[in-house]
């Protein structure tokens, strides 16, 4: 006979570590997801298409989500971080007894993050070609709004005329 979950588990209803391990992920997920949208949403007077292709949220709906989520995952990452101190602490301790194996995989990391944040922050390409590309894309929006608009003035200027001449008979 199998054991009961529920009574290995001390009749838990919810697993402490693997509640914070789906939260680190779909909150990473989201956060993923919403700058995505916010590097590539147009201004928040965007027509109305454009508004269902982000799942019909504002682009302020968009930042407050990305906010809050955000805030979540650095809450949850501290809380996983607490669960699993002993863990954690024990990892630690061997690398610094053995010497952390990984010295040039860390060495890179650091590099390549540090040549990223100092090209994008001295506008070199390849970097800052991300930037000018989400210049060019809320761009190509601004544009399409300008033609909607323009293009909705002349629709009701037409309506306007129709209806003042059967006005006029």
């Known amino acids: 006979m199998k054991p009961n979950s529920d009574k290995s588990k001390g009749n838990k209803i919810v697993n402490k570590k693997g509640l914070t391990t789906f939260l680190l992920f779909l909150s990473a997920l989201i956060v993923s997801v919403s700058g995505i949208v916010l590097y590539l949403s147009p201004n928040k007077h965007a027509p109305m298409w454009v508004k269902a292709l982000f799942c019909g949220l504002e682009k302020d709906q968009w930042k407050d989500v990305h906010t809050v989520i955000s805030v979540l995952f650095i809450i949850v990452a501290l809380v996983h971080l607490f ?75 037409a309506r306007g005329r129709s209806y003042n001449n059967y006005d006029t008979d």
Do not use: D
């Open 83 to 157: 669960l699993n101190w002993r863990i954690f602490r024990s990892y630690i301790k061997s690398r610094i007894k053995t010497g952390l194996n990984l010295k040039w995989e860390l060495i890179v990391a650091c590099l390549i993050v540090a040549v990223m944040i100092a090209g994008t922050i001295m506008k070199l390409p390849p970097f800052y070609t991300v930037i000018e590309t989400r210049k060019i894309v809320k761009e190509h929006f601004k544009k399409y709004e300008r033609q909607h608009k323009a293009e909705m003035r002349r629709l009701r200027r």
